[in-house]
């Protein structure tokens, strides 16, 4: 049980710290820009690939280095061209735009790479078991994935903190609407932070391409995951997006491993109820594969009761 | 007489098309692609009265339309099993009232406030009954879904439903049925406020509308159709499954709405009809059609947010005015290099499919009637060639259409002042 | 039944920490025309705001005709027969001008959630519509998307619109502002003549228009009612004069 306990919490820090690495990216871009960007996770997708890409060809260290710049300037590119000319059309347009995209990166991916998972291994220095505790191994390479997510959960409240850039854009986030009076040259600071969240993003595919998977799908599932983050932890509040990510994380990491269902939770209390159909089936569903639903249903909830989030100011 | 038609002319129109059509195309791939269509306008025009007329973006409409062909599916096995004394002809009712009821529950959560957070709601919600469609496997059927058979003993118009023929007319009675009462709706006084909350919700609350209730009630009517759609769907497809409850059935209709355009009653028909012609009739030609697909819709919002239907009306007082052929020329011209870059893409697209799914690359590729290898740097600089040239030339072309359009308008506005 | 249509009792309202209403009381007999005048920010849309439910009370209550409305939605509020303007134009911008006005009175003429009636066939509706079109002199731009009017245009359209159900309390924000003289004075007969029968409380800033226009005057200063009396008095009472007027002659 201990055992299970420490995993667990290991494991969910992991994930947590890989979500927060997406979530605050997008958190940023949803309250200075106001865009929900659907293509998000895309971009944490095009970093798992061109991760891959790149390390087949010349080596993982290598990747590391070069993936999320690139996908940091496709990003920017694509706030350039693309989003800049839809946001006279208003919120929805914008919107819309990003679920377009990521539609199209999605097909795109599948065109050049193909529909079935690719195999990004483990980079052979991080192949290794780096502790083991009762039996289990914690693997190096995942030590080496919360190194690097706190190394730049670390840059980047220096950066918020200590540079003008991340003056600016905590300015923005307070006061969306006094960063045009500041006379700063608002769309470049949009495309600085479109593009440095894609690049986030970007990191967190190349490292999280070869923990999780590399396929097709890969946005399409952890996507609606990182907007519950964002939602949880309310929008434009990065502490809150930190506390989420690892909440939601530690949600999924433990929900997997218990095997109770509603069933068992009666019988415990002396009630052995004998039903059919649709309520035999939530009788039976068991705790571990309610992971799925457990953060819609989370996010649902927060949305309707309190819809500023955990530690936001303002509502969606 | 001619009143009549000026006023039902389309209607009779419509219900001729819906007649007509099956016997100019025949072959079963028609009837079925028309059958699709007829399920597909239905479906569509009910997303458009979320997003057209009440400003909600919704992300999982599907959740009505699938809830309403599951529970449509399991009140066809009823009648079959002669235990539901219900005519299969009315089976999309069923459908509607699981859209009703799901919908007044869900639509009473959601609609509290409109904009990002009803997405993100409806987005939750969907995610929500998609996964759960899983984990019940006795209503939903787990992955495999749950079939049923159309031909039963009970029905009224006496068809027997065997062939695909007489399920498109049940189709096509039931779209024709469905779109009236939509327009209908949208002349109601409800349909009214419905926009009015869209426009401005604060101000529709100083003229005595709870913003809240119009939404929902808005969102029940369009839940309705969609249930009915769903019930349609069951006819149609003897089986149904976790996917059509899903995100990617509440993307694509979104979609199609959005490519016919959300602001005129008509465009979401427009919309429905291609996309469902271009799923099924694109989808046997190239792998790369959701591709094609998600370029068309990322297009439109960028350079057509109004949609095909927005194209067709701003186009009207020209063409009553009789200046059509000033801009005829214009349009011309941007075609061309239109069509230059599109096939650049393409052949770029179509290799890159090749390369990547075909069982030996190094086998021919066939395009347009040429066979070639994917490999030949011919066709990789020929395509890039294609898209930049045609870029350039559109660029060109496109400010000839602007001016063209600037002196129309101008001609236009000087008509009205006269 | 009292002779009050409008009672607001110790009413008071802070945004975070700062104060904006203190303590304002305010009774409005029916038939009245009454104007609150004061400085800029000094709370009289805040007020507004106030009585027509658009933000909670943080203290005091609101009388509509003896019934308590004091923190109802305001959907419910302008059910028991008050209707507002708003100081920046608030209209349905992309329905037509006869929509926008059409929709106004849904509600007042029973008509509420119907979606079992068609408008084009509700005679009564759409005669009184096209009335109200004529009194604010629309009709002949009736099928335009109101967002594209006129500036001046508009504000006839929002005061149409706040008319048209026939409310007995109609509260205006700052009606004739941005107009030029001509459209002022025409705007200030239309309102004179729609809100005859009827209590009004109108904000304004231009003084001919409120002298010409009201049976009463209070002076809102700082969130705090300074003076309440007929025109002439107001004119005369230094208070007044000191903390309103004189600031605008000098
Ligand atoms: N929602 C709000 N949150 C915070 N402060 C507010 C809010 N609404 C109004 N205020 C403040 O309340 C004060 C009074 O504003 P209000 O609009 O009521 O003034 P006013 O008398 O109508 O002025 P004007 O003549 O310019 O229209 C202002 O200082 C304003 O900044
Ligand atoms: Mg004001």
Redesign the interface.
């Known amino acids: 049980m201990l055992e299970y306990i420490i995993f667990s919490l290991l494991n969910s820090l992991v994930l947590g710290m890989l979500l927060f690495m997406l979530s605050s990216g997008l958190t940023l871009i949803f309250s200075m820009m106001g865009v ?1 960007n659907f293509a998000h996770a895309s971009f944490y997708m095009l970093g798992a690939y061109f991760g891959y890409q790149i390390s087949t060809a010349i080596g993982f260290w290598p990747a590391l280095i070069i993936a999320p710049p690139l996908v940091g300037l496709f990003g920017a590119l694509v706030e350039r061209y ?1 989003l800049r ?2 946001h006279k ?1 208003g ?3 914008e ?3 990003t ?3 990521a ?2 990166i999605e ?2 991916v ?6 079935n998972a690719v195999t990004y291994p483990i980079p052979k220095l991080l192949d290794f078991p780096i502790f083991t505790l009762f039996n289990t191994e914690f693997s190096a390479y995942r030590m080496f994935m919360l190194f690097i997510s706190v190394a730049i959960f670390i840059a980047l409240y220096w950066i918020l903190t200590r540079t003008r850039i991340g003056l600016i854009i905590q300015a923005a986030l307070t006061h969306p609407q006094m960063v045009n009076a500041l006379g700063h040259n608002v769309p470049a600071v949009f495309m600085l932070v479109f593009g440095g969240g894609s690049a986030l993003a970007g990191l967190a595919g190349v490292i999280g391409g070869i923990f999780l998977v590399t396929e097709p799908a890969m946005a ?1 599932t952890l996507g ?1 995951i990182v ?2 983050v964002i ?1 949880v932890g309310g929008m434009g509040s990065l502490t809150g997006a930190f506390v989420a990510s690892l909440l939601l994380a530690a949600i999924q990491t433990f929900a997997v491993g218990i095997e109770y269902s509603l069933s068992d939770l009666l019988a415990l209390v002396g009630i052995r109820a004998e039903v059919g ?2 309520l ?3 009788w039976r ?1 068991q705790l571990s ?2 992971g ?2 457990l953060p ?2 989370f ?2 909830l927060i ?2 009761f309190r ?1 500023k989030g955990l530690m936001g100011k303002r ?2 | 007489m001619i009143i009549f038609l000026k006023k039902f002319g389309i209607w009779l129109a419509a219900v001729l098309i819906c007649v007509v059509l099956p016997l100019i195309f025949r072959s079963g791939f028609s009837i079925s692609l028309l059958s699709q269509m007829g399920i597909a306008i239905i479906f569509a025009l009910s997303y458009n009265m979320l997003l057209g007329q009440g400003g909600m ?1 919704s992300f999982g409409h599907a959740v009505y339309y699938g809830l309403g062909g599951f529970l449509a599916m399991h009140a066809l096995n009823r009648i079959g099993a002669g235990t539901l004394p219900i005519p299969i002809e009315l089976l999309p009712l069923v459908g509607g009232v699981a859209g009703v009821l799901a919908g007044l529950v869900f639509g009473w ?2 609609t ?2 409109a ?3 009803f ?3 409806s ?3 969907g ?2 009954i998609a ?2 469609a899983l ?5 939903f059927g787990g992955e495999q879904g749950i079939i049923g058979d159309r031909v039963v003993k009970l029905t009224i118009t006496g068809f027997r439903f065997g062939k695909q023929i007489e399920v498109y007319y049940l189709i096509a009675v039931w779209m024709l049925i469905c779109v009236a009462l939509m327009y ?2 949208t ?7 419905a ?2 909350v ?3 919700p ?9 913003p809240r ?2 939404r929902t ?1 808005q969102f029940t ?1 369009a839940a309705f159709f969609a249930g009915a759609a769903g019930g349609l769907f069951a006819i149609n497809y003897e089986i149904i499954t976790a996917e059509t409850v899903g ?1 990617q059935a509440s ?1 694509s209709v ?2 199609m709405t ?1 490519i016919g355009g959300v602001g005129h009653f008509f465009g979401p028909i427009l919309g429905a009809i291609l996309i469902t012609f271009m799923q099924l009739s694109l989808a046997g030609v190239t792998h ?1 059609w ?2 094609y ?3 068309l ?2 297009g439109m ?2 350079w057509a ?1 109004n949609g095909l239907s927005g194209i067709i009306m701003v186009h009207e007082p020209v063409w009553k005015a009789r200046l059509m052929k000033r801009l005829l020329p214009a349009y011309g011209l941007i075609a061309l290099p239109c069509l230059i870059m599109f096939l650049g893409a393409m052949i770029l ?1 179509e290799i ?2 090749h390369l ?2 075909s069982i030996n690359p190094e086998n021919p590729m066939h395009l347009l009637g040429i066979t070639f290898r994917a490999q030949s740097p011919v066709a990789w600089g020929l395509s890039l060639v294609m898209m930049v040239a045609g870029f350039f030339f559109f660029r060109k072309a496109r400010s000839v259409v602007q001016e063209r359009w600037s002196e129309v308008s101008q001609t236009l506005k000087g008509g009205l002042t006269r | 039944m009292s002779t009050t249509a409008l009672k607001l009792a110790d009413v008071h309202k802070s945004f975070g920490s700062s104060k904006i209403i203190n303590g304002v009381n305010l009774a409005v007999a029916k038939g009245e025309r009454h104007a609150i005048i004061g400085p800029n920010g000094a709370g009289k849309s805040t007020l507004f705001n106030l009585i ?1 439910g ?1 933000y909670p009370l943080s203290a005091g209550y609101i009388e509509l005709n003896g019934h308590m409305i004091s923190n109802l ?3 419910r509020i ?2 028991l027969g008050l ?2 303007s ?1 100081q920046v134009t ?6 037509s001008v006869f ?1 926008n006005v ?3 009175l ?3 003429m029973g ?10 066939r509700l005679k009564k509706i759409n005669a009184k519509a096209e009335e109200i079109l004529e009194r604010i002199n629309l009709a002949d731009r009736r099928h335009i998307p109101a967002g594209l009017l006129a500036y001046a245009d508009q504000r006839a359209l929002e005061i149409g ?1 706040t008319i ?2 026939n409310a007995e309390v109609i509260l205006l924000d700052e009606p004739t502002a941005g107009m030029s003289l001509s459209e002022t004075e025409r705007a200030v007969e239309l309102i004179r003549d729609v809100t005859t029968g009827k209590t009004l409380l109108v904000v304004e800033h231009d003084m001919q228009v409120v002298f010409n226009l009201a049976d009463r005057i209070s002076v809102l200063v700082y969130g705090e009612i300074v003076a309440t009396d007929h025109p002439d008095k107001i004119r005369q009472n230094p208070q007044v004069q000191e903390a309103y007027l004189g600031k605008e002659s000098a």
């Open positions: 929900l693309g000319n839809v059309y919120h929805v347009a919107l819309l735009f679920v377009g995209l539609f199209i097909e795109g599948n065109l050049i790479w193909g529909r399409a609606p907007f519950v939602v159909g649709i035999k089936d939530l569903i594969h309610t799925p639903i819609y249903l996010m649902v949305l309707m819809p509502e969606t | 973006l959560l959601s509290a406030r904009s990002t957070t997405a993100l709601i987005l939750g919600i995610e929500l996964a759960s984990m019940l496997p006795s209503f209908l709706l002349q109601t006084p409800l349909g009214r406020v926009n009015a869209r426009d401005n604060e101000r529709a609350a100083f003229i005595g509308y709870a209730t119009v009630l009517l995100a993307g979104l979609m959005y790369a959701l591709l697909f998600g370029l819709f990322v919002v960028m947010p697209i890159n499919y990547s799914l | 027509s658009f939605p305001p959907h302008n059910r209707s507002r708003f608030n209209i349905f911008p992309k329905m929509e059409r929709c106004a849904l509600w007042p008509y509420g959630y119907s979606f079992w009636h068609l408008c084009d619109i048209a159900g």
